[in-house]
């Protein structure tokens, strides 16, 4: 891989501001089987943060599809960030503000045979990103509970627990709201680049004060309080800034414990009209994951998403960055749940 290759991608985690986004319309992210009950949901202490893993029927493991992806993306594990600050815990700062903890639900591509082939290509892993709020009257996040009420029991490094099992959608709702998204770089644990999709949402869901406390007794390999665990925040050069899709969800299906994300009244779509009209604008190709679309007059570059590949037409003369090859790894890993608990490539 070409160092320009890698200087384009942004570094994961970003500080992002909605309204300078470009507003596109892509296919819907489609959510598979979220609200099927695993076999087995464990939780997993690996000296950074509190992991959630669970086992599925083979027919019914929570999968994601559409939006830009390539292929369809199974479920591997989800785990949180957080601070002893309620105001600095989230990793993302969207439009100025860090909200109280994030949660990270990492995806794998189908097609990818092993752990290790999905690890070493830039398209091989897709990280949902949700934010948490504490809410004003202290109401807990009911999903939440079911992690925060078995956290003592995993306080010590490299501690599991089985947890009475929960589908994906008690935590995040069975449907996706307003998001950005963007390819993220970031540096692994053996020091190579790992490079995810994002598709962060911005509507962020509940959390009581409580249920954050409980996240900071876990303890690390140390046995001190996991006391941080964010990244700093970098910002995105404005040509390489995440893009905005809006959110096609019902009224009626949000989740337990979400908190409606208010879009701004004043938020300048692509084309300067209202909503609507903003995704009219935007044609839209059928249902493959060619999208075509416009940007706003913030930006001076048109470009469209050609499967992993980004075109950018810059005046009419066309420039293809190529999509990034296989990253070399030094180590291989074999078994996922090894890997899962062991060496998250995401942090
Ligand atoms: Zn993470």
Known sequence: MGNTDLDVIPSSPLAVNTDHMCVITLPSLEFHDFDALPVK????NNGRTVTMNGIWSSDKRPSISGSSLIDRYCFSHLHFHWTENNNLGSEHTINGKCHAMEMHLIFFKRSCKTIFEAESQQNGYVTLAYVFNITPNEQHHFGIDCITLNLKKIQAYRKSVEIPAIPLS???????????????????LNGD????????????????????????CVTNERGRLIRSNCRAASVAAANHAPYLVPSTRGPDVAAAGHTPYQVPATRDPVGGGTWPEARAAVPFRGSSSSCRFKINKAHVLRREFVKNRITHTRNGAVVTVPAVEPISSSHVIENHEEWMFNKPPWK
């Open 41 to 44: 949901t464990t939780l997993y």
């Open 170 to 188: 008690r935590l995040v709702g069975n449907q996706p709201g307003e998001y950005f998204t963007y390819l993220g770089k970031a540096i692994k």
């Open 193 to 216: 680049f790992g490079i995810s999709q994002w598709i962060v949402f911005t509507e962020a869901l509940d959390v009581s004060s409580e249920q954050l406390r409980e996240f900071r």
